[in-house]
């Protein structure tokens, strides 16, 4: 599966200041309770988890469900001391793992 990731952080952020990021993923989040036009089942294949990372240490988690819509849109705010890479990972079924990294410039 071609995966797209967006992550939205401002340029940079003034040490302690509170900031927003925002991320959606493009995946299709099939429950596994819909049927195909033949009646089978469709397998489920929904993302589980989200977790962000800011120079190694967990800031942000999230457990997913079938009832997330396609394409999951977050947006949570964070206060970081220090500038590093921000790591967002999404984990899902069938051993699907995607990570986007952007840089955290702290001033």
Do not use: C
Request: no cysteine; hydrophobic share 45%.
């Amino acid at each position: 599966m071609a995966v797209r990731a967006l992550v939205q952080v401002p340029k940079a952020v003034r040490r302690g200041e509170v900031f927003e990021v925002r991320t959606t993923l493009a995946h299709p989040m099939e429950t596994g309770y819909r049927r195909d036009s033949g009646g089978r089942m469709l397998p489920r294949d929904i993302v589980r988890t989200l977790e962000v990372r800011l120079a190694g240490e967990r800031v942000f988690a999230a457990d997913l469900h079938p009832a997330i819509a396609a394409n999951p849109f977050f947006a949570f705010t964070l206060v970081a001391n220090a500038g590093g890479p921000l790591e967002i990972r999404w984990v899902g079924d069938n051993g699907f793992v995607h990570t986007e990294t952007v840089t955290l410039v702290v001033t």
